[in-house]
């Protein structure tokens, strides 16, 4: 196969995509559980929400995040789908960007850490969640 190389302006085109802002791709719906939601509980909100990642809260304080690679990683490990629960699974360590972050530095966040949801957040808190294929539609025309 041969592959064509990019023109002068195509590149550049391609280059202006990854400094879009975050908050053009954003959902601004969070959905958010408590720790105590089990596995199934949790499988079943991302199923009926359509989304690949839940908010883990303890009163009005974001705990952390349940994703689909955590639940399915729980149900290979074995753990039971009415016991274990989303304080049990939840990355505690969360990774966050701002809204004015450029598509290719929450890229590169999401690469750094290993992840595929980062957690937008302003000065007033957590205002949406990002993910890796919302990211993907600052390079689709």
């Known amino acids: 196969m041969v ?7 195509e590149l550049e085109e391609e280059t202006g995509r990854g400094s879009e802002q975050v ?8 959905i958010l559980v408590g720790r105590d939601a089990t596995m199934r509980q949790m499988a079943q909100r991302m199923v009926a929400e359509g989304v690949g990642a839940l908010v883990v809260t303890e009163g009005n304080h ?12 729980a149900i290979a ?5 009415d016991s274990a629960t989303a304080g049990d699974l939840e990355s505690r360590r969360l990774v ?6 450029t598509v290719q530095a929450a890229a590169v966040l999401m690469m750094e850490n290993y992840g595929r949801h980062l957690l937008v957040s302003d ?13 993907l539609g600052a390079y689709v025309v």
């Open 3 to 9: 592959m064509s190389k990019p023109t002068p302006g």
């Open 23 to 30: 908050r053009l791709f954003v959902s601004d719906r969070l």
């Open 62 to 73: 974001v705990h952390g995040i349940v994703s689909e690679r955590d639940v399915v990683s």
């Open 77 to 81: 490990a074995g753990n039971d789908l």
């Open 96 to 101: 966050t960007c701002t809204p004015d972050t």
């Open 123 to 135: 000065q007033t808190g957590p205002v949406g969640m990002v993910s890796a294929r919302d990211l």
